[in-house]
């Protein structure tokens, strides 16, 4: 019989395809096994087969209850997951200012996306108090890490003043570099620029 780690291991042989064809209907029951086992990745992974309905029967609250295990456990990607839930109420009831949590704490681990989803937070208001200048702080760190969403939406804050000085040599920088990876509404406000 295999150890939980052999058979994690053939679980994202089978989950990312590495030396063999994808296959979500193996992975999955190899992934269940370690998640209860307590493996943050594979909670983070059984979450996301559960949420998307991949190898399995879609289950968005049994997504949220794997993801809230391996966010506890300091899994970064997971808390990211179960803030969109919350953002969304997408297996539990919606609320913004858990989901402004959530991100702050994954934020607060450097990951780009939550800082970029909070910072959108703080300049909208939602969820949180309305913070432009927190929000142009999070976005140049997530936009520095070359996050297209994060150099888009900071370079909106350099075209209106908002959170920071109006700068429309800034503004032209990061949305240039927003749209040298393909977002097209940044190419879009780049064009209005010109």
């Known amino acids: 019989m295999k150890s939980v780690d052999e058979q994690f291991e053939q679980a994202q042989d089978y989950f990312y395809g590495i030396g063999r064809r994808k296959n979500y209907r193996k992975a999955f029951p190899l992934l269940l096994i370690a998640a209860i086992d307590g493996v943050r990745h594979s909670q983070n992974l059984v979450g996301f087969c559960l949420y998307y309905g991949i190898g399995t029967i879609r289950n968005r609250r049994k997504a949220v209850k794997w993801w809230t295990k391996a966010s506890r456990k300091g899994h970064v990607i997971a808390t990211c997951n179960l803030a969109m839930c919350y953002s969304e109420g997408e297996g539990v009831r919606k609320s913004m200012s858990r989901a402004a949590a959530l991100y702050r704490k994954a934020a607060n681990a450097g990951d780009d996306q939550a800082q970029c989803n909070l910072a959108v937070m703080y300049l909208e208001g939602d969820g949180v108090r309305r913070n432009a ?27 209106d003043g908002d959170g920071t000085n109006r700068d429309l040599k800034q503004a032209r920088k990061w949305l ?16 209005k620029l010109q």
């Open 133 to 159: 200048t927190k929000a142009v702080e999070l976005l140049g760190e997530a936009a520095r890490k070359r996050d297209a969403k994060s150099q888009y939406n900071l370079g909106l804050c350099f075209r």
């Open 176 to 191: 240039t570099l927003a749209a040298n990876q393909k977002h097209k509404r940044a190419a879009k406000e780049l064009r």
